[in-house]
């Protein structure tokens, strides 16, 4: 794990003058020494279940079932008659996160979704989706909270019968490595449902900012004697290209399993069909040396920190029903306009109230 001392030198990009209202997303500015990144610590964990009803526990933690090398898993199989996919029509933003939260009381900067983050990490490289991050101060903690913007909107509206067949196949992946319990075995007769999910809470520091963010876990190594979590924790994917996959593709698993200190992605390597002939484990701490050449890890961690200091100055109103929106379009400044009790504001009542009590 790269873990060097933040660099002292140059002024960060966004107090450069000629852009001030923005943050610069140009690689170049972000090549310096890799930030302090302390080792992510599991402070708490939840799940939802099939209806996807919280539960502030491990009960939806999976037992990673080592698959044979060569398999012959048709991730086809089960798709629609044994399906039930999430509603993506409902935005839950940062409710389950909340809720996790007002049964611990941890004190941090900021509070976010995993997701939200790699979606930072991967900024300076990314050149096909943009994003908005909306962010609201309340008792002195920066909450992000994701809004889908509308490129993405319609393209969700608008996917193909074979995307959205696509889409069944990751989790397919995971019921075939998957096991309910410690002593049980994969059940790829069941139903799949993406309702369901284990999510880790981890609480880390990126330079001088304390984080605390929630990521879904896809399994977990079944042996006691494993290291704790969340060290001892398996992330799932599956790939087209034979042997290592595509560069994008493998700064989004990096990125994905380093925050929360995930060590190894174990990939499903797929033909044209869905049918996964190939099974491969990637240590993360080795993924960077992959594609070292075309991405840097420091540039993503050090943008990921600029933007942090960026919200950290902007977003001065400590209001629950004030919103600043971050917005990045690929090739350009991140930029931000501000929201007073809008369609953006995203604490919920119940959760302001208990604070506020
Ligand atoms: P893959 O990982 O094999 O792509 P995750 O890997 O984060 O645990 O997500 C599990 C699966 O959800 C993915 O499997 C993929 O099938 C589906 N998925 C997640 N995010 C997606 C997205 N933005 N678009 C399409 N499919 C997605
Ligand atoms: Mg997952
Ligand atoms: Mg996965």
Redesign the pocket.
Known sequence: RPNHHQSQSGSTPWQNPLCSRGLSTRRELYERDFPVYKQPVEVGCFSLDSERRFFNDSRQLRYYAEPDRNPHFDLKDGYKDRYVKRDENLKEKLDHILRWILSHCPYVDFVTWRGHLTKLLTTPYEAREGWLLAVTRFRGTLYISEVETEASRRERENRTER?AE??????K??QYTCADNVHSLPDPGGVVN?NEGFCTVVQTRLSDHRLLFSG?V?CRDKDPKAPAPPACYV?????LEITTPKQFKLIKWWA?SFLPGVPRVVA?FRDHDGVVVAVETFPVSKMSQLIKNCWKPTVCMNFCCDFLSFVKQTATEDDPGVVYLFSFEPHRDVTYSIHRDSQYSFLPHWYVDEITR
């Open positions: 995307h696509m889409m069944y196949w990751g989790y992946f995971e993406t879904e896809d992330e799932l994917k599956t790939s994905q499903g």
